[in-house]
């Protein structure tokens, strides 16, 4: 008996430990937008589906940024150093996004620019599933079309 119970509380024990040793997915800290790694949580909790696909640079820009692509669509996402320094460039983005600074952008699509903690978020694209996606993470769009 004592061998058969010796035997139950080591299986139980290998059974927790794979549970609590493996992979698990990431979980939504439930916080605000504030980063890069906010940024792709929030977009992750409210279902979309967020694929990392590297980095990207833009002229009119200071800082490199990182590529993704939510439920398919291509988004930039550019981390400055903090809130002041992010309005700073968006004032310097003209109303229909077509300007960024002097510089005229031809985009494949039209541009939509949010801003939100110490981001610039870009997506150039016409797909009115992912604005509707990007919007409630990051508040209305400040410029594009």
Known sequence: MKYYLSMLAVMFLTVLAFNTCGSKPKVSHGGPVLDYVSL?????????????????????FSVKGHRITVNGGDVQVFEFADAEDVQAKAEQVSPDGEWVSKTHVNWIATPHFYKRGKLIVIYAGDDRAIIEILEPVLAPQFAGG
């Open 40 to 60: 792709i949580d929030s977009l992750r909790a409210v279902g979309a589906t967020v694929e990392l696909a590297g980095e990207i640079v833009q002229p009119f």
